[in-house]
């Protein structure tokens, strides 16, 4: 994996927010590029709701505690907003936005680490008919 190039700044109350991508050959970069189909007009991301996390909105814009959460989206009408706005508590330290590897990477499983109050916070994006088009880019770059 020659550059995850996923920058986080460091605040108290969320040391990390470690994006951690399987390398892989084809999977040199991590962007997740969501086009827009008829079926998808929503790309919705279901999380829990647990007291200290109401929200979990994926937010890509910058905030003073997050600089650059650089999750590639393609601005179309329907999402304008992918918003990755994580909520920094105390009980979220971690967020391992875990990408494992598969062949045809059929689950993107953004996979939160357990903690008392957040004990899943499993962002599954499935392969389905409707949303064929939640495409990792895998571009090789030398």
Excluded at 2 to 25: C, G, P
Aim: glycine letters at 2%; proline letters at 1%.
């Amino acid at each position: 994996m020659n550059q995850l190039l996923i920058n986080v700044r460091k605040t108290k109350e969320m040391n990390h927010l470690l994006i951690n991508a399987r390398k892989t050959k084809e999977m040199n970069h991590l962007l997740i590029n969501v086009r827009k189909t008829k079926e998808m007009n929503h790309l919705l991301i279901n999380v829990r709701k647990t007291k200290e996390m109401n929200h979990l909105l994926i937010n890509v814009g910058k905030t003073k505690e997050i600089n650059h959460l650089l999750i590639n989206v393609r601005k179309t009408k329907e999402i304008n907003h992918l918003l990755i706005n994580v909520r920094k508590t105390k009980e979220m330290n971690h967020l391992l936005i875990n990408v494992g590897k598969t062949k045809e990477i059929n689950h993107l499983l953004i996979n939160a680490r357990k903690t008392k109050e957040m004990n899943h916070l499993l962002i599954n994006v499935g392969k389905t008919k409707e949303m064929n088009h939640l495409i990792i880019n895998r571009r090789p770059r030398r």
